[in-house]
């Protein structure tokens, strides 16, 4: 099982990214999939969530109304679209895989990527 993450890079304050996370070995059509991030010199937090349905997501309150987490079941991806995006942002960004209910504890999770870098310049 893989979840391999991308669409990370260097943007400027203000701007817009759109990762992706391709699952492989596997088909993840119910299991709920979240987004985390981690900062340098600090712990893993929970970004977004999505349902296995996709009917019900979560979100961070620090990026509510600026990220947008999706999925798309024929492809196997989970996105995480991030607008106005902010140098607090910054972070290596990795996708992760639970069976069950939303949850926001990195602990719940059994699945994750590697993750990929998100850099927001000032």
């Known amino acids: 099982v893989q979840l391999v993450e991308s669409g990370g890079g260097l943007v400027q304050a203000g701007g817009s990214l759109r990762l992706s996370c391709a699952a492989s070995?596997?088909?993840?059509?119910?299991?709920?999939m979240a987004w985390f991030r981690q900062a340098p010199g600090k712990d893993r937090e929970f970004v977004a969530a999505v349902s296995g349905s996709g009917g019900s997501t979560f979100y961070a309150d620090s990026v509510k109304g600026r990220f947008t987490i999706s999925r798309d079941k024929a492809k196997n991806t989970v996105y995480l679209q991030m607008n106005s995006l902010k140098p607090e942002d910054t972070a290596v960004y990795s996708c992760?895989?639970?069976?069950?209910?939303?949850?926001?504890?990195?602990?719940?999770?059994?699945?994750w990527g590697q993750g990929t870098q998100v850099t927001v310049s000032s």
């Open positions: 992760a895989a639970r069976i069950g209910l939303l949850r926001r504890g990195r602990s719940e999770y059994d699945y």
């Open positions: 070995g596997r088909t993840f059509t119910s299991e709920t």
